[in-house]
């Protein structure tokens, strides 16, 4: 199963991004699906995830006024919408899938994981 996040750019605070997780041959298909974000030194942070087919989402506390996740079911992709973006949600951002349509908060949960799609905001 190969995932590829996309859609990461160097942004200035304020902005808007919305980043991609796609995967050849439609892996994300039936699967829950996690954004996590990664930054030199710390560890691997939950950003969101949503189940399939789509009807239950989940946020970090903190993110959860900013950042919307979605899926479109017949393209195959899942999406993230980062609003009011801050220079510390820069990171690099991946996505995930796990082998269960219910969602996951943790790493573990999760069974395949893409590379990153790097995000930069400056203030």
């Known amino acids: 199963v190969q995932l590829q996040a996309s859609g990461g750019e160097l942004v200035q605070a304020g902005d808007s991004l919305r980043l991609s997780c796609t995967s050849p041959?439609?892996?994300?298909?039936?699967?829950?699906v996690g954004w996590f974000r990664q930054t030199p030194g710390k560890e691997r942070e939950f950003v969101s995830a949503?189940?399939?087919?789509?009807?239950?989402?989940q946020y970090a506390g903190s993110l959860k006024n900013r950042f919307t996740i979605s899926r479109d079911n017949v393209k195959n992709i899942v999406y993230l919408q980062m609003n009011s973006l801050k220079p510390e949600d820069t990171a690099v951002y991946l996505c995930?899938?796990?082998?269960?349509?219910?969602?996951?908060?943790?790493?573990?949960?999760?069974?395949?994981w893409g590379q990153g799609t790097q995000v930069t905001v400056s203030s």
């Open positions: 949503i189940s399939w087919p789509g009807r239950n989402t």
């Open positions: 995930a899938a796990r082998g269960y349509s219910n969602v996951g908060r943790l790493a573990g949960d999760f069974d395949y």
């Open positions: 041959g439609g892996a994300v298909s039936h699967r829950a």
